[in-house]
């Protein structure tokens, strides 16, 4: 019903940027809360950042907050992180992900119904 497609992860030094997209197609009209989750070999998935149907809602990984922003066009069924002052224990898949129906922002993976195919990010030291 919904396919979510990443691009933009890379290799990048310590101190630079990146962004990311996650384009949505299929039934969209369903998609309220998006979000990004990443996971680094031999470790659990975890949340990085989430916004709201409409963007009035932001949550944020404290390892992230201050860096990291989270943003959507529903116009262009895009979500997208941008990634600022990377670090090398950034470097992981990035995955974003998306919940149907939902009424807040969750944090755990189990709770959301789509996923991306995920995109590797690499910061160097």
């Known amino acids: 019903q919904v396919q979510l497609v990443e691009s933009g992860g890379g290799l990048v030094q310590a101190g630079g940027s990146l962004r990311l997209s996650c384009a949505a197609s299929?039934?969209?009209?369903?998609?309220?809360?998006m979000g990004w989750f990443r996971q680094a070999p031999g470790k659990e998935r975890d949340f990085v950042a989430a916004?709201?149907?409409?963007?009035?809602?932001?949550d944020y990984a404290d390892s992230v907050k201050g860096r990291f922003t989270i943003s959507r066009d529903n116009a262009k069924n895009t979500v997208y992180l941008q990634m600022n002052s990377l670090k090398p224990e950034d470097t992981a898949v990035y995955y974003c992900?998306?919940?149907?129906?939902?009424?807040?922002?969750?944090?755990?993976?189990?709770?959301?119904?789509?996923w991306g195919q995920g995109s590797q990010v690499t910061v160097s030291s």
């Open positions: 992900a998306a919940e149907v129906d939902s009424s807040y922002i969750p944090r755990s993976p189990l709770s959301y119904d789509y």
């Open positions: 299929g039934r969209t009209s369903s998609l309220y809360t």
């Open positions: 916004i709201s149907l409409r963007g009035g809602n932001l």
